[in-house]
């Protein structure tokens, strides 16, 4: 699995800041993985794992990030809790049972969670992402001259050319790497 991470000066602190918030402890591959990459984004990321097949649009990080574990608390539910760690693209959770470790799907429509993995690597290692299309990265003038060569001038607009432009931004300000744990 490829993540564009978020990264943190202060991981060690944050971790212990985010731990005495919350009045629990973060299990162990969780805690390494935040060492490692402080959450972050996972373009072009698919699973398919305990029945449910889906995006994995993000982890959450601690601190100043895109999407911050600070706004997140852990979920009481059944006598357990469990901290949502990463999202899809359509709002469900990806939550870790901070007793035993274990990864679930939670379904943000019918509240339902799914049994996924015994362990954050196991998830991981079901997460699949492909390298970002050269057709994301074109620039302005190359996508315009490849919808004009297909008889598709008139889709081209100012609001297109905006969205192509903040496409290409959010692209090219992306490093990715292969998630190790």
Known sequence: MLISKFGAADIEGLLEEYEDFIG??????????????NGGETPNTRFQCGGISSDLKAFYGLGKVKYSLNHVTPLNLRGSSYLPFAFDSFGNQFVMDLILGTVLFL????????????????????CESREVKCASVKSVEEREADLIKRGRKSVITDALRDLWRAEIERHSAMMLEEVIL
Not at 26 to 35: G, K, S, V
């Open 107 to 126: 379904d943000h429509e019918n509240g339902h969670m799914t049994r996924m993995t015994n362990d954050l690597k196991s998830f991981v290692q079901v």
């Open 24 to 37: 629990e402890e973060i299990p162990d591959q969780l805690r390494l993985f935040l060492e490692k990459y």
